[in-house]
């Protein structure tokens, strides 16, 4: 890649990150089912064992750029007979800019079935917090400060143009979502659903003197819990996006095997985001943790400057006493 392409790469990044007229979208894992406070608050409390902590880290778009797109976070729920609390620390620091995003939220969620039975289970959250976000201007370039003297560059010398305003804010965040799943391991399909709704308030956001609000994002994920054998299962995914202008499509299918009197599950199967990414994603379950990476090939107009390369995930789940016995070792027998 010569060097125009990556001044412009960057220019792009930061005009698209500070304009407070246009749209800004939410940043998104590829591991998203494996983060559940993130991808939606009725989640809270949704496993077996006593309490759950997770730990989430992705780099992405380190092949075109210095500073890699980066995204960390940690978060805490437990179940508390019907009802769930939990909390999540979500920070995400994109570009030369080092435009950050600190995200401190907490969680209540309340769960409840409709039959006799107890096999159709449902639960509702609410999640509320606070958001920090920052930029330094300062290592920024824009469009004004590019000049074709020796050859051509980007001279910081020369003025902006920009009418920046504060390059520090907080704004209040609120979310909300339900999830629905059929909750008996013993027979071969388990479906699960779910929706949920980001930025209720539709708080100011801008690094610009200007009144910009922040859109909702809506989203909606399901699939199903397939047992094929004691040893194999089956979970076919999808989820799908929406913020603004911009949406969002992933079909996922993962395979769980069991290894046996280990206890070990082993993990694997691709996901594929619409027109952006091929994803492979790996990992075990084994005693009260759960470990898995995933790495994005980048498949859309982006691959002139890319090359494929997209975003490396990796993230760490424990709960304590987590097997009953496991459901795999309960579902039918082919």
């Known amino acids: 890649m010569n060097m125009m392409k990556k001044y412009y790469l960057i220019l792009v990044g930061g005009l698209i990150l500070l304009s407070g007229s246009s749209f800004a979208q939410d940043f998104h894992l590829s591991q998203y089912d494996a983060a559940p406070l993130y991808l939606n608050p009725a989640l809270a409390g949704q496993f077996d064992g006593k309490y759950r902590v997770h730990g989430h880290y992705r780099t992405q778009w380190g092949a075109v750029s210095r500073e890699s797109y980066k995204t960390a976070a940690i978060s805490f729920d437990i ?14 620091k994109a570009g030369s800019g080092n435009y950050n995003d600190l995200g401190i939220l907490l969680t209540g969620a309340y769960s409840f079935t409709v039959d006799k039975n107890e096999k159709h289970k449902f639960s509702v959250g609410l ?27 980007f001279d910081r010398g020369i003025a902006t ?11 209040p ?3 909300a979502g ?5 909750g008996k391991d013993q027979i071969r399909i388990n479906p699960f659903v779910g929706a949920s709704v980001f930025h209720l308030t539709q708080p100011k956001e801008t690094f610009y003197n200007s009144d910009n609000k922040l859109p909702m994002r809506y989203k909606a994920h399901g699939g199903a819990k397939v047992n094929l054998s004691e040893k194999i299962q089956l979970m076919p995914k999808v989820l799908f996006m929406k913020q603004g202008n911009a949406q969002e499509m992933n079909y996922g299918l993962m395979a769980h095997y069991h290894l046996g009197a280990t206890g070990v599950i082993i993990l694997f199967g691709p996901t594929y985001r619409n027109a952006d990414a091929f994803i492979l994603e790996g990992g ?3 005693g009260n943790y759960e470990a898995k990476l995933s790495y994005d090939y980048n498949t859309s107009s982006l691959n002139d400057f890319s090359d494929g390369k997209g975003g490396f995930e990796i993230s760490l789940t424990y709960i304590p006493r987590i097997f009953k016995p496991n459901p795999i070792k309960n579902c039918p027998r082919i």
């Not at 339900?178 to 059929?182: E, G, T």
């Open 284 to 286: 075990a379950k084994f």
């Open 173 to 175: 965040d609120v979310n």
């Open 79 to 92: 179940p508390v007979k019907k009802f769930a609390f939990g909390a999540q620390v979500l920070n995400r």
């Open 127 to 153: 999640q509320a917090g606070v958001v920090q976000k920052s930029v330094d201007f300062d290592n920024l370039y824009f469009e004004s400060q590019y000049t074709t003297a020796g050859g051509g560059s």
């Open 178 to 182: 339900f999830v629905y799943y059929y």
């Open 161 to 171: 143009g920009e009418n920046f305003g504060a390059s520090n804010f907080w704004i």
